[in-house]
């Protein structure tokens, strides 16, 4: 950000005190006791981070400050994010860096696949940066990751967190050629907040993507952050859209602002309001939801492997029959 000039500053200091407050960055809010983590101090933490660096990876637990790092590495969990670690776009909710990418990195999927093969997970969450600066949105690079990592690490079910490929459906294609075990995609707010939160993203190229993997016989996932300023009614509308459509599994966690220059915390949803969430979106017929304050979208996902693998069987059974 440009540095103010000084005659600026001097012109703010004459303004009456009210007017100079709306020149000042809000404050953060506080966060309520049921948000807050503890620091790691696992001696698993640092293994994992460490390993981390000498395969020169990134991961989204640090470039979108997770706050559930400590937590997730310590069981040796981590959420690998692939094609660098600059995003070719500028959501404002998300603390990923914006910018010029790097070309794709060729080796990388030999060695996110040498790093999973070495955490021995049931399952695992891959992400990626959007890379709209590639012809292809990145597709091939995450087939040939997937490819990897699923001859790396057989019996392990792969989840893969995509962006939107600008809503071409054929590079989607391209992901799920190589298998994965869940086709993941975000909405990350309602409709209402979409164009404000994600910017370059739309609600009906976000839900083209979901129906068509879906269509595929992909088991589908998706993902709503709260506290931005959306209504429950809103919420559970995009639910009923989301399970006419047939996505699978749904994660709804709180919005946490990253830093003073992303979009602030409306409110903090109280736990019950996320188990309730979490009753009517099982009511509706979502065979699975992850919801509460911290949930994020990789948030227990490495638990949920049998449970994956349950929904791929019914999916192959109801297209044999």
């Not at 060695?111 to 012809?135: F, G, N, S």
């Not at 989840?159 to 054929?170: A, N, R």
Request: net charge neutral; with cysteine; proline share 7%.
């Amino acid at each position: 950000m440009a540095q103010e000039s000084r005659e600026t500053r001097r012109e703010k200091r004459k303004l009456p005190l009210a007017d100079q407050a709306e020149h000042r960055p809000a404050p953060r809010r506080r966060h309520p006791d049921w948000i807050r983590t503890s620091l790691p101090t696992n001696p698993t933490f640092f293994d994992v981070k460490r390993r981390v660096q000498e395969l020169d990876l990134h991961t989204v637990c640090q470039s979108a400050s997770c706050p559930n790092i400590g937590e997730c590495w310590t069981r040796r969990a981590l959420t690998i994010m692939i094609l660098g670690d600059i995003c070719t776009r500028s959501c404002r909710f998300c603390d990923v860096a914006t910018g010029k990418p790097l070309p794709a990195d060729p080796d990388e999927p030999r060695r996110v696949a040498e790093m999973l093969a070495e955490l021995d997970l049931e399952h695992t969450v891959i992400t990626c940066v959007d890379r709209d600066d590639l012809r292809d949105g990145g597709a091939a690079h995450w087939a040939e990751t997937i490819r990897r990592v699923k001859q790396a690490c057989p019996d392990m079910t792969l989840e893969v967190l995509t962006g939107d490929f600008k809503g071409d459906t054929g590079n989607v294609d391209v992901v799920l050629g190589a298998e994965p075990d869940v086709f993941s995609h975000n909405l990350e707010t309602v409709p209402r907040l979409s164009r404000q939160v994600r910017v370059q993203a739309s609600y009906p190229r976000s839900y083209k993507i979901l129906e068509h993997a879906r269509a595929q016989g992909a088991v589908t996932k998706t993902g709503l952050m709260l506290g931005l300023g959306e209504t429950l009614d809103e919420v559970r509308e995009v639910l009923r859209e989301c399970r006419d459509l047939g996505v699978d599994i749904v994660t709804l966690g709180q919005y946490l602002q990253p830093s003073p220059k992303h979009l602030p915390v409306d409110r903090y949803v109280p736990p019950e309001e996320f188990d309730a969430l979490r009753e009517y979106a099982l009511s509706i017929g979502f065979p699975h939801i992850e919801s509460g304050p911290l949930v994020r979208s990789s948030y227990h996902a490495d638990g949920q492997a049998e449970m994956v693998r349950e929904l791929r069987r019914n999916k192959a059974r109801a297209a044999l029959s």
